[in-house]
């Protein structure tokens, strides 16, 4: 059996003085009509570890992608970044408008200990866009070769990654640097990790998985690893998930729900939930009722009363008391997907009362994925869950049980670490 190598962490790193390349994953919703940040949440949580490096006197240069070609609307420079760090920090965040050229690199050699720089978006790089990734396939030290990496990694002591919303991504500045420089896992990167391996690896009993939404690729990505490898119990369906479930078991719901779900290409996933049910049909729990909306009111409708005529919207009062009960008596409960189209005031009600349930229970709470988060935003105090995770493709994959190019290459990277350290 191999040992697991311990990722080094910036307690590991002799930093005063020295010239820090820092990756945080600071990719926010862009207001399509002020062209600002609309929400802070990542920024907020990359700041600990930019405090920590900046106090100690490290020379500290960060990088980060905003939007990508294929989230074009985004795609944004990072000047707006900068600043919101700055007064977040109460301290100087320079910005340059350059990636890694020859503004960056003179920008990067003249700062002083304690200073800190937002260079900006990788994103404006070829080598960084998600579609380069898709259809190059380096490998990350084929990565180490490219513009980004050959003209930064020379300027640095040392590299940290910070960004676990990003862990999906294999792109030069996510899994490249760790070939060429001594590499630290940042705080919320850790933090992260260790939360999600509560979750994934070795959670408390009952264990629960609640998926809503309507990414409900994600949620059958998640499905089948939680369920075949025993890591949930039980899991809730909700949404869209928990409607594809109930066509599975040859329940009709109606004409304009049945064509919502084929507008969204997602009938496909009826066959999927089919052999989900004849696998572990004691584990997966479907709606009781539902909510549709009739001339702007919230009507309810119990599962033998359908087909309905009416789009579903949300689960009703009866699904929404089972699923409370179960919150309440689990000890872990992992979140993706709201359970109806929050949004809509009539169709509020199931996600108010099981993020509200998610906010009471004694059990061991994560949630992630931008609509959850943004949802829990709304309804509840989001400290009152344990563990709200920056990740979406990220912590699906994760919990997909798919491995993160991130890990992957930090644990590569730790082994030259520690092995430096031992000659
Ligand atoms: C995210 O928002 O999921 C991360 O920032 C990664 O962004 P990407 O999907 O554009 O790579």
């Known amino acids: 059996m191999t040992a697991v190598v311990r990722i080094p962490t910036l307690d590991d790193l002799e930093v005063a003085g020295r010239r820090v390349l820092l990756r945080v994953d600071i990719n926010s919703p862009i207001d399509p009509q002020t062209g600002g940040i609309a929400d802070f949440n990542r920024i907020d949580k990359s700041l600990p570890t930019i405090r920590d490096l900046a106090d100690r006197g490290a020379r500290l240069v960060l990088i980060a992608h905003q939007g990508d070609t294929l989230d074009y609307h985004n795609l944004v420079d990072l000047a707006q970044h900068a600043a919101a760090l700055s007064g977040r920090l109460g301290r100087p965040v320079g910005f340059v408008d350059d990636v890694a050229g020859p503004a960056a690199r003179r920008a990067i050699k003249a700062l002083g200990d304690g200073d800190v720089l937002l260079l900006d978006n990788l994103r404006y790089l070829t080598e960084e866009v998600s579609t380069f990734e898709r259809d190059v396939k380096l490998t990350p030290q084929q990565m180490a070769g490219t513009y980004l990496v050959r003209n930064l990694a020379p300027l640095f002591d040392c590299y940290v990654n910070d960004a676990f919303a990003a862990a999906h991504r294999a792109s030069p500045s996510m899994v490249a640097f760790q070939e060429v420089l001594p590499t630290a896992a940042g705080r919320l990167l850790m933090t992260e990790l260790e939360a999600l391996s509560a979750v994934a690896d070795s959670p408390q009993r009952p264990c629960l998985y ?3 939404g309507l990414k409900i690729a994600d949620a059958f ?16 369906t909700a949404g869209v998930t928990g409607q594809v479930f109930l066509l599975a078991r040859g329940v009709e719901l109606g004409a304009a729900s049945e064509q919502f779900i084929k507008d969204r290409n997602l009938w496909g996933f009826v066959d999927e939930a089919e052999q989900h049910l004849s696998a572990h049909a004691g584990s997966i729990r479907m709606p009781l009722d539902f909510a549709v909306e009739v001339k702007g009111k919230r009507v309810e409708v119990t599962v033998d009363d359908l087909p309905t005529e009416h789009l579903i919207v949300d689960i009703g009062g009866r699904t929404i008391a089972a699923y409370a009960e179960a919150i309440a008596r689990a000890a872990t409960v992992f979140v993706n997907g709201p359970p109806g189209a929050y949004e809509n005031p009539s169709a509020q009600a199931g996600t108010r009362a099981l993020w509200q349930a998610l906010a009471d229970t004694p059990a061991h709470t994560v949630i992630g994925g931008g609509d959850t988060v943004s949802s829990a935003k709304r309804f509840i105090d989001p400290d009152r869950i344990d563990v709200v995770s920056t990740g979406g493709g ?4 994760y919990l997909s049980g798919k491995p993160l190019p991130l890990v992957e290459a930090m644990k590569a990277a730790a082994e030259r670490f520690w092995e430096s350290r031992r000659r």
Request: glycine fraction near 18%; aromatic fraction near 0%; avoid cysteine.
């Open 221 to 236: 990505g998640m499905l089948g690893k939680v369920l075949a490898d025993g890591t949930a119990d039980e899991v809730l």
């Open 210 to 212: 609640l998926l809503g």
């Open 394 to 397: 990220a912590l699906i994959r």
